[in-house]
């Protein structure tokens, strides 16, 4: 796997420029069933993952790897249509590389989605969760090895991982529109299998309502270069210990289809909100 510097970076934000010279204000990670998102912007330039360099490929089903760009609730954004998962066999460095290009591209805020398995008992499926905070069990942080120090110091502070401003909006918008909308603690795990009921257990009792299996690289990097990020879970499994049933990719992708027009009602407000 090519180490991937600086330079890299600038390579790859220079190509994108060269297709949409304009700035885009705010970045948009959206995860497993939630690409339609894009269908309610105003599109003005899509470029396919495999035009820029050093950018990896999406393999996961419903990620199509694209960067969207365009307006969404009147505001300047970029969008990735289909993120790329440690399990996925690439680096977290190949994992991270998009965030870093979107802030060379003049990004100014990060608002992620993710499909997330919830431990809570009181969240039912389709529901929302607000990240408050995380909980990294991934076995490599995307910082590791020689700090970008023109991006950011080496040991970021983490005592405000998602930004608390951005949390207080979201959660008048879903309560002004009645949305089903929990806050809580995202556990990010390596993956790609799901959890036994006693790792089930086991997270819970450390506080996590909520687990998946992306969105912590994004956040460390983020934070690393100073973005302010916003991060919403759709709780697509129910991940009881004792109540344990079997989940399929269909079903997953069912739940999160569901909680789309939702979801996308909540991120277009704040993003206008800005």
Partial sequence: MENLTFA???????LVRS????????GII??????????????????????????PVSTVETHSGKLVFGKLGGKSVVVMQGRFHYYEGYSMQQVTFPVRVMKLLGIEKLFISNA???????????????????????PESPLRGKNLDEL????PDMSEPYQRALISQAQTIAQQHGIPCHTGVYVGV??????????YRWLRQMGADAVGM???????????????VFAVSVITDLAHPDHLEPV???????????????MKQLLTELIAAQ
């Avoid at 499926?125 to 069990?137: A, F, G, P, R, V």
């Avoid at 399929?248 to 939702?262: F, G, H, K, Q, T």
């Fill in 19 to 26: 297709r949409h010279p304009s700035a885009p204000r705010f």
């Fill in 8 to 14: 890299h970076m600038q390579e790859a934000a220079e």
């Fill in 30 to 55: 959206l995860g497993t069933g939630l690409g339609s998102l894009v269908n309610d912007m105003e599109v003005e330039t899509t470029i396919g993952y495999e035009d820029i360099p050093h950018f």
């Fill in 152 to 155: 950011g110091g080496r040991f």
């Fill in 116 to 138: 997330a398995g919830g431990m809570n008992p009181n969240y039912k499926k389709s529901d929302l969760m607000i990240i408050q905070d995380h909980i990294n069990l991934m």
């Fill in 248 to 262: 399929s990719i269909e079903s997953v992708i069912a739940a999160a289809m569901a909680a789309e027009p939702r």
């Fill in 214 to 228: 992306s969105t912590i690289p994004e956040n460390l990097v983020a934070v690393h270069m100073g973005l302010p």
């Fill in 190 to 199: 390596q993956g790609p299998n799901l959890e036994t009921y006693a790792e």
